[in-house]
């Protein structure tokens, strides 16, 4: 079993449901998601905020957060989360910001940098990567690597 097949099996039989906040993913997550037959039962919604107004006005992320630690960072992933989470009133929510390239990077923030974050009604999480490749193919394991985090994190509410 894929881990998309996985994670559609375990949202449809827990009856649990996911929303997704994009920036460097640009949506990609959401139609990846919405791809497989009896999504509708599970997916509520997604936002692609690529812009730093976006995050704000559209995920309630604080301006204030952004400005401190900049919108590719642990912090604005986790609010990004939780934002989606809240909007669309599910039980989890997925959220990516980084720097896919080919320009954009500098020596602190890399092209390739990622924070991935999972927001649930108890916890919200983000956990940082730097990818390599091309800008598609930064995205592509941006949107695996988000696949298994979720599916981690379903199992641990399992428990």
């Known amino acids: 079993m894929t881990q998309l097949q996985h994670l559609a ?9 996911l929303a997704t906040a994009e920036s460097c ?24 905020a690529y812009a730093n107004t976006a995050k704000s006005d559209m995920l309630g992320v604080a301006p204030e957060l952004i400005l401190q630690h900049g919108a590719v960072s642990a912090p604005v992933a ?6 989606a989470r ?7 929510a997925i959220a990516t910001t980084g720097i896919a390239g080919p320009s954009g990077g500098t020596p602190a923030k890399p092209v390739g940098l990622v924070f991935i974050a999972v927001a649930s009604a108890k916890t919200t999480t983000a956990s940082k990567f730097l990818f390599t490749g ?3 193919r930064i995205k592509r394991q941006t949107l695996a690597t988000a696949i298994k985090l979720l599916n981690a994190r379903l199992s641990l509410s399992m428990l």
């Open 25 to 48: 993913t640009g949506g990609l997550i959401a139609h990846t998601l919405t791809n497989i037959p009896g999504a509708s039962a599970w997916f509520k919604g997604g936002v692609v």
């Open 78 to 83: 986790e609010a990004m989360a939780q934002g």
């Open 86 to 92: 809240l909007r669309f009133d599910t039980t989890f």
């Open 134 to 136: 091309t800008r598609a």
């Open 9 to 17: 099996q375990h949202l449809t039989a827990s009856r649990q449901t």
